[in-house]
T-cell receptor
């Protein structure tokens, strides 16, 4: 397996534009996580899915953020409209099980909103 | 809800010196503990994990960590670091329904 695949690796957009980040988890994994990493706040969990169903979205900062997982092999994180404070590295991770297993991370999408 | 505290945001050391990166957590239930490493411009990779059994856990690249239940700590150690160990290290705690990361410790190894 190629691991968790995220696209794009880098995204630069203007304030107010819609941004869509994509993630392909490892085949067979039943959990998928979206994290945001910034210098100020470190690594924050935004939302996670189990078997394509959103379980906890309490970390989603506001209504401008939405995430979907239409099937076991694909998830999106959308920001609409984007703002400069959304600039961060967004990571997707997947795992088989939740508590005692390793989470495998993608290489991240570096988002810059100007 | 649990929290994870990594007291040091940055730890500078010289090559071949020993290092300890500190991690404390708070939780009201039994937890599983992890250390992840993040090299520049990459995602996180698992270094080691404590699930049960021996409190001393050995991981990749010569790292080890010790689980101390009474002190609610899970400090990461390496007896002799290399330049290539320069990276950010994250402690993480897993309990039912969530996985929480600390804010990370940047290990800077210089010659």
């Amino acid at each position: 397996d190629a691991g968790v695949i995220q696209s794009p690796r880098h995204e630069v957009t203007e304030m107010g534009q819609e941004v869509t980040l994509r993630c392909k988890p490892i085949s067979g994994h039943d959990y998928l996580f979206w994290y945001r990493q910034t210098m100020m706040r470190g690594l924050e969990l935004l939302i996670y899915f189990n078997n394509n169903v959103p379980i906890d979205d309490s970390g989603m900062p506001e209504d401008r953020f939405s995430a979907k997982m239409p099937n076991a092999s694909f998830s999106t994180l959308k920001i609409q409209p984007s703002e400069p404070r959304d600039s961060a590295v967004y990571f997707c991770a997947s795992s088989f099980g939740l508590m005692n297993t390793e989470a495998f991370f993608g290489q991240g999408t570096r988002l810059t909103v100007v | 809800a649990q929290s994870v505290t990594q007291l040091d945001s940055q730890v500078p050391v010289f090559e071949e010196a020993p290092v300890e990166l500190r991690c404390n957590y708070s939780s009201s239930v039994s937890v599983y503990l992890f250390w992840y490493v993040q090299y520049p411009n990459q995602g996180l990779q698992l270094l080691l994990k404590y699930l049960s059994g021996s409190t001393l856990v050995k991981g990749i690249n010569g790292f080890e960590a010790e689980f101390n239940k009474s002190q609610t700590s899970f400090h990461l150690r390496k007896p002799s670091v290399h330049i290539s160990d320069t990276a950010e290290y994250f402690c993480a705690v897993s309990e039912p329904s969530t996985l929480t990361f600390g804010k990370g410790t940047m290990l800077l190894v210089s010659p």
